[in-house]
């Protein structure tokens, strides 16, 4: 069983052993603690038959789901002016000008400002608008009381009730499908006595600290390197090239890179830190890899969860010696060294491995490493420099512009692609992939990758103001945010999008209506 898969498996342990130390009080007795964890019992146990069970985890579900659907239900008709039972944009903006009277008078008699807190007040109307509108599931302009409550119906709250009895169900203990007051409380007293280490009878803060940094470490182990293995570590914030694969998610930004390990007779631990997803190509003398570990910051569409396995892979190296870590904060990502990042990982893996690296390389935007000279490639171009956008008007530039880029007029998929991913697209087989997470090839490339993809298929077109006209079913590419953003412009007749826009604008020709990044 793979780290990430075992650690997924006992995760619903490890929470509630957690959620019991939170509830320690630092300097009270035993008894005091097991009072508060009676309690907990009681809120828990939702039919009152002093028994942990399936029924319960039923009943917290179904009352979680009515409250969620009041609160959602009352979030969207608050703005029902007339009392219809539907709301419709206009209702929407003239209840928010209503509610922001005071600063839209602000703006007002404070001529200086007036500009900027007026654009600042239309982008909050226009936030709320295009959240309560895409509701409207039925797309005739109205949202119903059905249609608010209608997205919030299977609600969970991580944190509620029903998410805390699912995991009293994962104890050894309730192998039955039963929890008792006795057996909680027996795991409650075990966790209270294993904290306590001086055996006196009361939790101290440094006995708690001391506790909570060892359980911290839980699922970040990494196997001892072997006597005659020499340890490197490699860091970097993202590739300079996209893959052609994604894991477990259509919806995230893969990147791909290469590791060339070259000849020679030791052994190497090879650790890589990064922020971005990412597959590595492993290739040369692949042999003399006897482990590699490797962890992103991210775990999903835009999440960062720490609580889970990072989403990386490898080609070229065999399943058996790859690792991977149950959680993305086991290390730090860092792309200098050395850095805070840097000091933080080398020390963690020298804790684990028993050894110092020999190399510690690492680059904002790599193409590639060496090991075990620790040589670092990334092409010029990989390198942000400064961008100009001049739409008209003349420019002089003088001095070195090699590193400036002068974007004028609208701006172009596959330009774009060259200057924010200048390996291009790599070509990868899935099937080649030993990852964190299924690998599978993308069903639309991300970033502007796929937009060109997109523009090649037929699928869209762009105009001359740079915006994408889409007339067939598309999905959207993953990571369009922040610079990677653009406009859609979505005609009669095609359907909307699957996927994520991010940031960006999406402008449907039917109702007009705007959603996403627009302003």
Not at 74 to 79: C, E, S, V
Not at 177 to 190: F, R
Not at 424 to 441: F, M, R, W
Not at 459 to 466: D, K, V, Y
């Amino acid at each position: 069983m793979l780290a990430a898969e075992s650690a997924a498996w006992a995760q619903p342990v490890q929470t509630v052993q957690q959620f019991l130390s939170q509830r320690i009080p630092v300097g009270a007795p035993l008894e005091r603690y097991l009072q508060s964890i009676r309690s907990d019992f009681f809120m828990i146990d939702a039919d009152g038959d002093l028994e942990i069970t399936q029924r319960d985890v039923d009943l917290h579900t179904v009352m979680e789901g009515v409250q969620a659907r009041t609160h959602a239900i009352q979030m969207a008709m608050r703005y029902d002016l007339d009392g219809d039972g539907f709301v419709i944009e206009d209702e929407i903006r003239r209840a928010m000008k209503y509610e922001m009277r005071a600063p839209i008078g602000l703006a007002a008699r404070n001529a200086g400002n007036k500009p900027q807190l007026s654009d600042a007040i239309a982008r909050q109307i226009d936030n709320m608008v295009q959240n309560i509108m895409a509701l409207d599931t039925d797309k005739d302009g109205k949202v119903s009381v059905a249609e608010a409550a209608k997205p919030r119906a299977q609600g969970r709250g991580a944190g509620g009730q029903a998410a805390r009895a699912r995991q009293l169900l994962a104890l050894e203990s309730a192998s039955k499908g039963v929890v008792t007051l006795t057996e909680y409380q027996a795991v409650a007293e075990a966790l209270f006595r294993q904290i306590d280490t001086d055996k006196d009878g009361v939790v101290s803060q440094q006995e708690l600290t001391d506790h909570r940094m060892r359980a911290a470490r839980v699922g970040c182990e990494m196997p001892a390197a072997s006597e005659k293995a020499k340890v490197f570590v490699l860091g970097s914030y993202q590739t300079e090239a996209l893959s052609s694969v994604t894991l477990g998610s259509q919806d995230v930004v893969v990147h791909a890179g290469r590791v060339v390990i070259e000849p020679g007779d030791d052994p190497l631990y090879v650790v890589i830190a990064t922020y971005s997803p990412t597959i590595w190509q492993f290739s040369g003398a692949v042999e003399r890899v006897e482990r590699l570990m490797m962890t992103s910051s991210l775990t999903g569409p835009n999440s960062g969860d720490r609580s889970k396995a990072s989403m990386v892979g490898a080609t070229g190296i065999p399943k058996e010696r790859i690792s991977f870590f149950a959680k993305s904060n086991c290390l730090a990502y860092f792309h200098e060294a050395p850095s805070s990042g840097s000091l933080q990982t080398v020390a963690a893996v020298r804790a684990a491995t028993g050894k110092t690296p020999e190399i510690v390389a690492a680059k904002y935007s790599v193409s590639s490493f060496k090991l075990p000279s620790g040589a670092v490639e990334s092409s010029e171009r990989g390198a942000r420099g400064l961008v100009i956008q001049k739409t008209v008007g003349t420019l002089n530039i003088v001095g070195n512009a090699s590193n400036v880029v002068i974007q004028a007029g609208p701006s172009r998929a596959r330009d774009d692609l060259l200057r924010f991913s200048p390996g291009g697209v790599i070509e990868i087989d899935p099937k080649a992939v030993v990852g964190s997470h299924p690998p599978a090839n993308y069903e639309v490339l991300p970033q502007q990758a796929g937009l060109v993809q997109l523009l090649a298929s037929g699928a869209m077109t762009q105009n001359s103001a740079g915006e994408y006209v889409v007339r067939q079913k598309i999905r959207f590419p993953a990571g369009l945010a922040g610079g990677h953003s653009v406009t859609f412009l979505i005609m009669k007749g095609a359907p909307y999008p699957e996927g994520d826009p991010g940031h960006s604008c999406v402008i449907m020709e039917e109702t007009g209506q705007k959603k996403g990044g627009c302003r």
